[in-house]
């Protein structure tokens, strides 16, 4: 079992910054793909961004050039660092992470959210 737990959520002004963290634990042999994703009230759950073990990325247009996500493997951890943030930017963001538990069971696990304010 995986276990996913964030932090750094909040409420910030339009235009602030805020770094959401991740941190994996449990039975992991290895994480093949980490990323945030997040839902606003009414709509859908969307990707904001990914990361593979490479370093591969891939970001929501709506957050490019904006938002950076970074992880450290040998940690479990993922970042996100969100820049100029926007109203539209309010949600709860999940994290998620894709991979192999020990006895090659493959996993995906979400967290528990954290909420991410922009004030206008």
């Known amino acids: 079992q995986v276990q996913l737990v964030e932090s750094g959520g909040g409420l910030v002004r339009t235009g602030g910054s805020l770094r959401l963290s991740c941190a994996a634990s449990?039975?992991?042999?290895?994480?093949?793909?980490m990323g945030w994703y997040r839902q606003a009230p009414g709509k859908q759950r969307e990707l904001v961004a990914a990361?593979?073990?490479?370093?591969?990325?891939n970001y929501a247009d709506s957050v490019k050039g904006r938002f950076t996500i970074s992880r450290d493997n040998a940690k479990n951890t993922v970042f996100l660092q969100m820049n100029s943030l926007k109203p539209e930017d309010t949600a709860v963001y999940y994290c998620?992470?894709?991979?192999?538990?020990?006895?090659?069971?493959?996993?995906?696990?979400w967290g528990q959210g954290t909420q991410v304010t922009v004030s206008s």
């Open positions: 990361i593979t073990t490479g370093g591969s990325t």
């Open positions: 998620n992470a894709e991979g192999l538990a020990v006895y090659s069971v493959s996993f995906r696990s």
């Open positions: 449990g039975t992991i042999f290895s994480i093949a793909t």
